[in-house]
């Protein structure tokens, strides 16, 4: 059985988070430290397959995770847009 693929045109994440705007930023924006919080971070039955970030304006984010009980594997793709770092 074929299961229809999902399209988002975009979606928002809204967290507390008791770090400064700057970590955060660099924690999104820099593709190492984003696979150790985000693709790295496996749950109990998740494995990630692989995992690129280009933060670039245009970039993309791509990404295949598999659970225990998925097959195939989940994919996920995303696109950059003009996000400016924050100010101080």
Known sequence: MTTPAHHHQSFTLARDI?????????????PALK??????????GWETLDHTLDFREGG?????????????AMAALGASTATPPPTS
Do not use: I, Q
């Open 60 to 72: 993309t984010e791509t990404g295949r995770f598999l659970h225990t009980s998925d097959d195939p």
């Open 35 to 44: 696979r150790v919080w985000f693709a790295n971070n496996d749950g109990p």
């Open 18 to 30: 008791a770090a400064t705007p700057d970590t955060l930023w660099r924690a999104w924006s820099d």
